[in-house]
């Protein structure tokens, strides 16, 4: 009912608009609880409590909206390596708050990898076709956000990106304005969360442990200084100096396996649900799906066992018993099949 939902943000925003003009209360505009946003992200973001903990110290600071004026919200940078949930906690962030993983603007920086792309974020140069027009990448209603919601920007696989293109955020992440090459406007970061996100040392991590289990804390040890030694061999001094925080997120380790099972068995439930569809597992199943897993690869791994091995037999036996709407998967001389209950 997206009519009726619109009617109830807007008066959301209303009445914290009038909260904040009169005085009443402690005169929080954000109308976010930063203990339910923490609890929705601690639900799917497995392995990462210090990164969870710093997270819930930034939407403290945000929702008591004691930040600096001048600057954007808060500009935080995600590292460590793939399939580990640095940008799934953003799109996390976003459902919490917003009610869409959707509800950002992501700019994909390995798309920027060449000088001349800087252009796509600041617009054309005057006399060059679209300058008029001030195009670029940003969804700027997603940066803006609302009185009463931050916006919530992401920069995707930053290390990807030129050091051109890198170098003109840096008036975004110091002053949260970012003026467009036409010079007719800005576009406005100051009520935003920005984030980025890099694999910068991942190489370095991953041979740490490439497919081993033992030891974690030992290889955890080296990892902050592996990930400092990267970063600053990708980027200026001036640029990671913009930056309010750098979260590095650890590898997985083995005894998440079923955790990450849970999360992804849980996307699976939200689609049968539409379905009228209830899927168990078996202990054999289960056990199977639990292997370990490859450290490389992180939480992708579960994802692409789910849809390989699991989706497929699921898919036939709803095909074949259209009628069902209950089945078990189970493990049958060394295979993993799905049988209507």
């Known amino acids: 009912m997206p009519f009726i939902n619109d009617k109830l943000e807007a008066h959301q925003e209303e009445v914290a608009q009038q909260r904040w003009a009169t005085g009443s209360g402690r005169m929080n505009r954000f109308v976010f609880e930063p203990a339910e946003v923490m609890a929705h992200l601690r639900k799917h973001i497995v392995g990462q409590p210090q990164v969870l903990d710093a997270m819930a110290d930034m939407l403290q600071v945000i929702k008591a909206d004691i930040g600096a004026e001048d600057r954007p919200l808060s500009v935080q940078l995600f590292v460590g390596p793939t399939g580990v949930g640095k940008t799934e906690t953003v799109r996390l ?8 993983a959707d509800a950002l603007c992501r700019i994909d920086m390995s798309t920027l990898a060449q000088e001349h792309y800087a252009a796509s974020l ?6 060059y076709v679209g300058s008029k027009e001030g195009q670029n990448l940003f969804d700027e ?9 931050p916006g919530i920007v992401l920069f995707d696989e930053l290390e990807k990106a030129s050091p051109e293109v890198v170098r003109t955020l840096l008036n975004v992440l110091e002053r949260g304005r970012l003026r467009l090459t036409a010079g007719n406007r800005d576009i406005d970061f100051r009520n935003s969360l920005i984030f980025m996100t890099s694999n910068a040392g991942a190489s370095q991590i991953a041979a740490l442990h490439p497919r081993r289990w033992w030891q974690p804390d030992l290889s955890r040890q080296r990892i902050p200084d592996l990930v400092d030694q990267a970063l600053h061999r990708q980027f200026d001094p001036e640029f990671l100096n913009r930056i309010d925080r750098i979260l590095t997120f650890n590898t997985l380790d083995r005894d998440l396996v079923s ?3 849970d999360i992804e068995l ?13 899927l168990s597992l078996g202990d054999g199943a289960r056990r199977h799906l639990c292997r370990p ?3 490389r690869f992180g939480a992708r791994e579960m994802g692409r066992r789910i849809r390989n091995e699991l989706s497929p ?3 036939r036996v709803m095909l074949d018993y259209p009628q069902a709407d209950t089945f078990e998967a189970r493990m049958e001389d060394g295979s993993l099949i799905v049988i209507p209950v």
């Not at 600041?122 to 006399?127: D, E, I, L, Y």
């Not at 849980?266 to 209830?278: A, T």
Request: hydrophobic fraction near 40%; charged fraction near 25%; aromatic fraction near 2%.
């Open 93 to 100: 962030l976003a459902q919490a708050i917003h009610g869409s």
């Open 313 to 315: 037999p699921l898919a």
């Open 266 to 278: 849980d996307r699976l439930k939200r689609q049968l649900d539409r379905r009228k569809v209830v």
């Open 141 to 149: 209603e997603a940066i803006r956000g609302s009185f009463s919601k």
């Open 293 to 295: 897993t490859d450290a």
């Open 259 to 261: 955790q990450l099972l």
């Open 122 to 127: 600041t617009g054309a140069p005057p006399g």
